[in-house]
């Protein structure tokens, strides 16, 4: 795990809170690296409802059933890494500023420092990084850190809500998705969902 907190873990979490923080771990997990075999045949079994977001499960459990794993993989790799970069680069800073370590990696870094929230030395990527904002609205979330209840809210407000529809829009359109597709729209439905929740939490 790449964060690190040196509070107690707050013990009660509501069962909407638990299935946000599912949908964030799951979102971090698939943004990270390209699913294992294991994770392709849980994801096609994914269960769907009629609402939106089980309509978005529902193609992304088609997707995973339907890919071929060395195919993912190397989808994985030429979206996100590539030979020099991968088509994408799916960091807050690139989408705010256009350039990698920019003001916004450093404020972001402040706001997270404030909450007792510290990087693992040995995680690759900075805190701004698609993957480890999703990973850190589930840590928020489901009480692995002990923060304030609006800091899940505030996180999203300042430093997800202003690139990351962007980023998951670029995803769906990428030359190179096939089964990230997929989990692009189920990104937009969610982001979208958050969006108009904490707007309704104001």
């Not at 040995?122 to 609006?150: K, Q, Y």
């Not at 995803?171 to 982001?191: K, T, W």
Request: charged fraction near 25%; include cysteine; proline fraction near 4%.
């Amino acid at each position: 795990m790449p964060l690190a907190n040196s509070g107690r873990a707050a013990p009660l979490v509501d069962e909407i809170g638990r299935a946000r923080a599912l949908e964030y771990s799951l979102l971090a997990v698939l943004l990270a690296k390209a699913p294992s075999v294991d994770l392709l045949a849980r994801l096609a079994l994914l269960e769907a409802d009629d609402s939106a977001l089980g309509t978005a499960h529902a193609e992304l459990a088609a997707a995973a059933a339907s890919a071929r794993w060395e195919n993912v993989e190397r989808e994985f790799f030429d979206l996100f890494i590539g030979v020099g970069r991968g088509e994408l680069l799916p960091y807050g800073s690139y989408y705010l500023a256009g350039t990698l370590h920019d003001r916004s990696l450093s404020r972001l870094r402040a706001d997270l420092a404030r909450l007792g929230v510290a990087r693992v030395e040995a995680c690759g990527e900075p805190e701004d990084h698609a993957a480890m904002l999703c990973e850190i609205m589930a840590s928020l979330i489901d009480g692995r850190f002990d923060t304030p209840p609006d800091a899940d809210r505030d996180l999203f407000t300042s430093h997800l809500d202003p690139w990351i529809g962007r980023f998951f829009a670029d995803l769906e359109q990428a030359r190179a998705a096939h089964f990230y597709r997929s989990v692009a729209l189920a990104g937009q439905c969610f982001m979208q969902i958050e969006r108009e929740a904490f707007k309704l939490a104001a």
